[in-house]
């Protein structure tokens, strides 16, 4: 049946999955490389992927996978915080310039904002201690 959808029906489905907790962020990225071979130009796709990479602990290709997102917009603050958290997840630097970007996106727009919040809240529902995402969230709210 997957075969018939469109990727953006996989990517609407999945997303629904995703949020309804019917699918684990290992069942999920399948349909996400799916997706993101089908749409490479999809920047949403690869920063989702980069971010069930991340809560499965696979920070060098949520790097990768939140690389080809920012090429694609590089002012996307969810896909800025993905490249963030896979750097200090393996000790790259360069960390500090995309948290910045994040910060001034999230600042300029309270829809991103809020976008940003609630994908925090996700985060730490699913991976309570996640370091990484922690140490963000404190440079991005931090007056």
């Known amino acids: 049946m997957a075969e018939t959808l469109t990727p953006a ?5 999945a997303i629904k999955d995703y949020q309804a907790g019917e699918k684990s962020p290992a069942q999920l990225i ?9 749409s490479p130009k999809l920047d949403s796709a690869w920063t989702c992927l980069s971010w069930l990479y991340l809560l499965e602990n696979k920070p060098q290709l949520a790097l990768k996978a939140a690389q080809k997102s920012m090429k694609i917009d590089p002012f996307d ?39 940003v919040v609630t994908n925090f809240k996700d985060g730490f529902t699913r991976k309570p201690d996640w370091a990484s995402l922690k140490r963000i969230e404190k440079l991005i709210f931090e007056d």
């Open 9 to 13: 029906e996989l990517f609407d489905n």
């Open 77 to 115: 603050a969810q896909t800025r915080i993905n490249l963030a958290a896979a750097m200090l997840e393996i000790k790259q630097s360069g960390v500090r310039e995309h948290i910045e970007m994040a910060k001034s996106l999230v600042e300029a727009a309270p829809e991103v904002h809020d976008q």
């Open 30 to 38: 399948p349909i996400f490389v799916d997706v993101c071979n089908r």
